[in-house]
Antibody
Framework: QITLKESGPTLVKPTQTLTLTCTFAGFSVNSNGVSVGWIRQPPGKALEWLALLYWDDDKRYSPSLKSRLTITKDTSKNQVVLTMTNMDPVDTGTYYC??????????????????WGQGTLVTVSS | AIQLTQSPSSLSASVGDRVTITCRASQGISSAFAWYQQKPGKAPKLLIYGASTLESGVPSRFSGDGSGPDFTLTISSLQPEDFATYYCQQFNSYLFTFGPGTKVDI
């Protein structure tokens, strides 16, 4: 059974760095076709993809946030960590850890988010 | 970056209605396209991937169609548990984009 759980601060001050940890179970982040990443959602607004760490250690980031994001993994702890620098009140929202599988075939990868954590609300305020 | 637009942004419907939601990409994309359902206070759920393939366990009243740039999600007979917000999502060059969402309510 695949599970993911986010942990980290619920409140950060503007300009601080946010560090979120995703602890997962039921799969290996090194397995072919598996990836783990982060998606956020401001209150009452749409989903926004942030970052994904692919099984082969390839890391991809949202182009609009790339300069502020870093995604890393600790395989021994079954954890993936997201850091976001220079936090601003507009970064307030629910941050989800996600498992993504390659549903593609014939050498054409197609990754989708098939398992989600419960989400953690992060508020940015002084 | 590829942008996705959804229409309508919201709609009111009744149980038993046929509902169609459209998502348009800003440029031609492959069939690496998905739909998600999100209920209030819950994480989204994958409904359809590859533009038209139903995820395991998803009721057959949900269907997806289309190819870049236009995709549709259809609910053939709306059920009480289907009142939610629906998001489209595309995958291209190992990057992802979500649409702005369509809220379906009574």
């Amino acid at each position: 059974q695949i599970t993911l759980k986010e942990s980290g601060p619920t409140l950060v001050k503007p300009t601080q760095t946010l560090t979120l940890t995703c602890t997962f179970a039921g799969f290996s982040v090194n397995s072919n076709g598996v990836s783990v990443g982060w998606i956020r959602q401001p209150p009452g607004k749409a989903l926004e993809w942030l970052a994904l760490l692919y099984w082969d250690d390839d890391k991809r980031y949202s182009p609009s946030l790339k300069s502020r994001l870093t995604i890393t993994k600790d395989t021994s702890k079954n954890q993936v960590v997201l850091t976001m620098t220079n936090m601003d009140p507009v970064d307030t929202g629910t941050y989800y850890c996600v498992h993504s599988s390659d549903y593609g075939s014939l050498g054409a990868p197609q990754y989708y988010f098939d398992y989600w954590g419960q989400g953690t609300l992060v508020t940015v305020s002084s | 970056a590829i942008q996705l637009t959804q229409s309508p942004s919201s709609l009111s419907a009744s149980v038993g209605d046929r509902v169609t939601i459209t998502c348009r990409a800003s440029q031609g994309i492959s069939s690496a396209f998905a739909w998600y359902q999100q209920k209030p206070g819950k994480a989204p759920k994958l409904l359809i991937y590859g533009a038209s393939t139903l995820e395991s366990g998803v009721p057959s009243r949900f269907s997806g169609d289309g190819s870049g740039p236009d995709f549709t999600l259809t609910i053939s007979s709306l059920q009480p548990e289907d009142f939610a917000t629906y998001y489209c999502q595309q995958f291209n060059s190992y990057l992802f984009t979500f649409g702005p969402g369509t809220k379906v309510d009574i």
